[in-house]
């Protein structure tokens, strides 16, 4: 299976900045088979993207709303990323729980819509450190996965992203050991070898080696590395 390296711009790159940022990774990135590597900018900046990216990468949305066509203001239809040739949608960021208090079955109502318009899922999960703390990791990303899959038999259309949250701001680390502990776990739970498990927290040029070295640690998520094309390129190129 080929290594994959997602870029999550979230709010960050107006449109010059894009376009000096493609510009760039364009002249830099040599590309090779052995990595797939796929973008997302801001919905808004979606079809510059689309228009200013090579064919050496891929687009993904940072989110989207089950619905094709509804009333839903400010919302984005899947039928819309179908038109910029987006293939890969990610369901769901944590920030979109914390932030924005989406549910349970809202996620799994996005899955499934996902996967009817033949976009790719990526589904993010993580525990918390009172439940890491209190030795939940298990059974809380269990629950999560039962949740957000629910009623869907093709799991091995969806790829799952691992994010260890009780790090962010505490000083605390996941090891690369941990983090293929649970990605082991994370395999044996979705019983197929097609699905991706991808590792999302905190991942630069200086840990993408150590951690990508790990067994069944082949998938990462970036954010902050991502915004430097030279960095993320170097991650890329660490990666293969
Ligand atoms: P980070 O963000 O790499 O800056 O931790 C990843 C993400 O939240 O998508």
């Not at 993580?126 to 939940?136: A, F, G, R």
């Not at 059974?139 to 091995?156: G, H, N, P, T």
């Given at each position: 299976?080929?290594?994959?390296?997602?870029?999550?711009?979230?709010?960050?790159?107006?449109?010059?900045?894009?376009?000096?940022?493609?510009?760039?990774?364009?002249?830099?990135?040599?590309?090779?088979?052995?990595?797939?590597?796929?973008?997302?900018?801001?919905?808004?900046?979606?079809?510059?993207?689309?228009?200013?990216?090579?064919?050496?990468?891929?687009?993904?949305?940072?989110?989207?709303?089950?619905?094709?066509?509804?009333?839903?203001?400010?919302?984005?239809?899947?039928?819309?990323?179908?038109?910029?040739?987006?293939?890969?949608?990610?369901?769901?960021?944590?920030?979109?729980?914390?932030?924005?208090?989406?549910?349970?079955?809202?996620?799994?109502?996005?899955?499934?819509?996902?996967?009817?318009?033949?976009?790719?899922?990526?589904?993010?999960?993580?525990?918390?450190?009172?439940?890491?703390?209190?030795?939940?990791?298990?059974?809380?990303l269990?629950?999560?996965i039962?949740?957000?899959?629910?009623?869907?038999?093709?799991?091995?259309?969806?790829?799952?992203?691992?994010?260890?949250?009780?790090?962010?701001?505490?000083?605390?680390?996941?090891?690369?050991?941990?983090?293929?502990?649970?990605?082991?776990?994370?395999?044996?739970?979705?019983?197929?070898?097609?699905?991706?498990?991808?590792?999302?927290?905190?991942v630069?040029?200086?840990?993408?080696?150590?951690l990508?070295?790990?067994?069944?640690?082949?998938?990462f998520?970036?954010?902050?590395?991502?915004?430097?094309?030279?960095?993320?390129?170097?991650?890329?190129?660490?990666?293969?």
């Amino acid at each position: 299976m080929k290594k994959l390296i997602w870029a999550n711009f979230k709010m960050y790159k107006n449109m010059s900045e894009l376009k000096d940022y493609f510009t760039k990774f364009n002249q830099e990135y040599a590309w090779n088979d052995t990595v797939d590597v796929v973008v997302a900018p801001m919905m808004v900046n979606m079809m510059l993207a689309s228009e200013m990216i090579s064919s050496k990468i891929n687009l993904w949305s940072q989110n989207m709303h089950p619905n094709d066509i509804w009333a839903y203001t400010g919302e984005t239809s899947p039928l819309n990323l179908k038109e910029l040739w987006v293939k890969y949608v990610i369901l769901w960021h944590s920030e979109r729980r914390t932030l924005f208090g989406e549910s349970d079955a809202f996620v799994n109502e996005k899955v499934k819509s996902a996967l009817k318009h033949w976009l790719r899922p990526i589904l993010c999960i993580w525990e918390t450190l009172e439940e890491k703390q209190s030795e939940k990791t298990y059974e809380v990303l269990e629950r999560q996965i039962k949740l957000w899959l629910k009623d869907i038999s093709d799991i091995a259309m969806v790829d799952i992203a691992y994010e260890p949250v009780w790090a962010i701001g505490t000083g605390l680390s996941a090891t690369p050991e941990y983090v293929m502990q649970v990605h082991n776990f994370i395999r044996w739970l979705i019983w197929n070898q097609e699905s991706r498990i991808i590792y999302w927290w905190s991942v630069n040029d200086s840990n993408a080696k150590d951690l990508i070295s790990q067994k069944d640690v082949n998938w990462f998520l970036i954010g902050s590395a991502s915004l430097d094309p030279t960095k993320f390129i170097n991650i890329i190129n660490t990666s293969k």
